[in-house]
């Protein structure tokens, strides 16, 4: 809803209402994801801030969003990323459960990190070619 939403609203508003909407629903995703366990519903809170980041983002420059190049490549992949996380995480639990508590936060950005390369690998050498092949089948018809 807040992406059609987006297309009508798009450069419509003042430049200071994006910003407002994209740092208000940062805002309340990070406090909502902080204090998770003591919301019942905080799923939905949680989609209502992605909205209002939806929206924002409409009217905030592109240039803004150079910094999030390597989230843009994790959600080109994120179909890869879905299909690998649980192999992926069932091989390494005994690595990330054995470290120490200091060490947890550097072993969970290597398993995001060897994630996203398994994505990248499986996207490049399999999904990609297969995509391209079907579009070229059904292109035939």
């Not at 059609?4 to 629903?25: E, F, I, N, T």
């Not at 803004?64 to 995480?89: N, Q």
């Not at 990330?96 to 390369?117: D, G, K, R, T």
Request: charged share 10%; proline share 6%.
């Amino acid at each position: 809803m807040a992406a059609l939403a987006a297309k009508q609203v798009r450069g419509k508003w003042p430049p200071w209402l994006y910003w407002l909407l994209l740092l208000s629903g940062s805002a309340i995703n990070i406090v909502c994801y902080l204090m998770a366990h003591e919301f019942v519903y905080a799923t939905s809170i949680i989609a209502f801030g992605a909205a209002l980041i939806v929206l924002g983002s409409t009217g905030v420059s592109a240039r803004f969003f150079v910094i999030l190049t390597p989230l843009a490549a994790l959600g080109r992949r994120s179909y890869e990323v879905y299909l690998t996380h649980m192999p992926l995480l069932l091989l390494l639990l005994p690595i990330m459960s054995s470290a120490p508590n200091a060490w947890q936060p550097l072993v969970f950005a290597s398993y995001l990190l060897v994630l996203f390369l398994v994505g990248e690998i499986l996207g490049a050498w399999f999904s990609d070619p297969a995509n391209r092949a079907i579009r070229m089948a059904v292109a035939e018809r």
